[in-house]
T-cell receptor
Framework: EDQVTQSPEALRLQEGESSSLNCSYT??????LFWYRQDPGKGPEFLFT???AGEEKEKERLKATLTKKESFLHITAPKPEDSATYLC?????????FGAGTRLTVKP | DGGITQSPKYLFRKEGQNVTLSCEQN?????MYWYRQDPGQGLRLIYY???????QKGDIAEGYSVSREKKESFPLTVTSAQKNPTAFYLC?????????????FGSGTRLTVV
């Protein structure tokens, strides 16, 4: 069965304290791994797509990496405005499977 | 600007009532999706459509219905058969093809039973 598991469920950081979010997956026929950011009461906003093991993508303080079994979203020197829920999803066939998300809080 | 519009943003349903959530896109995407989001859970697929006049059930289709009469529109009806409809509903679209494409999401509709 296709599964996507994100950890931790919640993460509290001080401003400037770097950390990583994990997304592990067991799917057949992976057609892309996606990271989204979701603010409270809003729809998810696309961040990155990764397709091949070893691939990396960066955007401002965020960097996403991919292995054959998991992906990491590294956040470097986070700011309070990075507080959000980060969702991981894998595309399989005609739709996507989502993890439950990691709720990130960055305190000033 | 292209995007997906969901309306209304907030919706209240009385017991035994059917309600319809609107989703419109001007991205010229072929595929459209409805997800339900509950606290602490991943997004769960309700219905999806890859082409006009055709749609498929997702993992939790019971108590919901959809139509796809136009490429741009994919409304979701929450029927009285759905016993626990309070949730955040997200509509998404994606271009078709074999590439690694992701979703574009709407801003969501929060449905509450009163």
């Amino acid at each position: 069965e296709d599964q996507v598991t994100q950890s931790p469920e919640a993460l509290r950081l001080q401003e400037g304290e770097s950390s990583s979010l994990n997304c592990s997956y067991t799917v057949s026929g992976l057609r892309g791994l996606f990271w989204y950011r979701q603010d409270p009461g809003k729809g998810p906003e696309f961040l990155f797509t990764l397709y091949s093991a070893g691939e990396e993508k960066e955007k401002e303080r965020l960097k996403a990496t991919l292995t054959k079994k998991e992906s990491f979203l590294h956040i470097t020197a986070p700011k309070p405005e990075d507080s959000a829920t980060y969702l991981c999803a894998v595309r399989v066939d005609n739709d996507m499977r989502f993890g439950a998300g990691t709720r990130l809080t960055v305190k000033p | 600007d292209g995007g997906i519009t969901q309306s209304p943003k907030y919706l209240f349903r009385k017991e035994g009532q059917n309600v319809t959530l609107s989703c419109e896109q001007n991205l010229n995407h072929d595929a459209m999706y409805w997800y339900r989001q509950d606290p602490g859970q991943g997004l769960r697929l309700i219905y999806y459509s890859q082409i006009v006049n055709d749609f498929q059930k997702g993992d939790i289709a019971e108590g919901y219905s959809v139509s796809r009469e136009k490429k741009e529109s994919f409304p979701l009806t929450v029927t009285s058969a759905q016993k626990n409809p309070t949730a955040f509903y997200l509509c998404a679209s994606m271009t078709s093809g074999t590439g690694s494409y992701g979703y574009t999401f709407g801003s969501g509709t929060r449905l509450t039973v009163v």
